[in-house]
């Protein structure tokens, strides 16, 4: 009877095994196809801020008046209503957690869960921007943290050094 107990029990988790291994093959496939959705999506079309607050402002009418553009080399366009073109680089990475191989590559994107028609993001999936001019522009450098995107809107957040989110970032599709 003991035998049998621990023949069931070694199937038991020899299954888990198994089924374990091949959900995070899964959960890594899934999250390459999401990744390519994410720059696909922001490389299609012009994009604008609708919403910025830093520290509880709201600045939004500060940078209202810039289009982003993101292409495919990382560099991203900005253009401003007297049609001032500046130039800066995006990028799209996963924050290393700590528990991860150190040999993975970082390029390789978090996994999402769908909602509706919303991709929200359950780890830590960030955007990259970075402008090197002293205008308002220079708000946007950072590591936005993703906290969901739809087709038309990415909405973003960000950490202070004491790890407490105090600003947030709303891209829409022009």
């Known amino acids: 009877m003991k035998v049998t107990k621990n023949i069931m029990l070694l199937a038991i988790f020899l299954i888990g095994a198994i089924t374990f291994q091949s959900c ?31 520290n509880g402002i709201d600045s ?13 080399n990382n560099i991203v366009l900005c253009r401003d209503t007297a049609n001032h073109i500046y130039n800066g680089t995006w990028s799209i990475r996963r924050i290393p957690s700590g528990d991860e191989d150190e040999d993975e590559d970082e390029e390789e994107n978090g996994v999402f869960i769908p909602v509706g028609n ?57």
Do not use: H, M
């Open 24 to 54: 995070s093959k899964s959960n890594k496939d899934n999250a390459n196809t999401v990744t390519e959705q994410l720059k696909n999506n922001l490389q299609q079309g012009t994009w604008n801020i609708t919403y910025f607050e830093k």
């Open 60 to 72: 939004t009418t500060y940078l209202s008046n810039y289009n982003f553009s993101f292409e495919a």
């Open 118 to 174: 919303t991709v929200t993001s359950i780890d830590n999936l960030e955007i990259v921007i970075n402008f090197n001019y002293l205008i308002n522009l220079k708000q946007v450098n950072n590591k936005w943290k993703l906290l969901n995107q739809r087709p038309t809107i990415i909405e973003l957040k960000n950490y202070n050094g004491f790890n407490i989110v105090d600003t947030y970032l709303t891209l829409e599709k022009n």
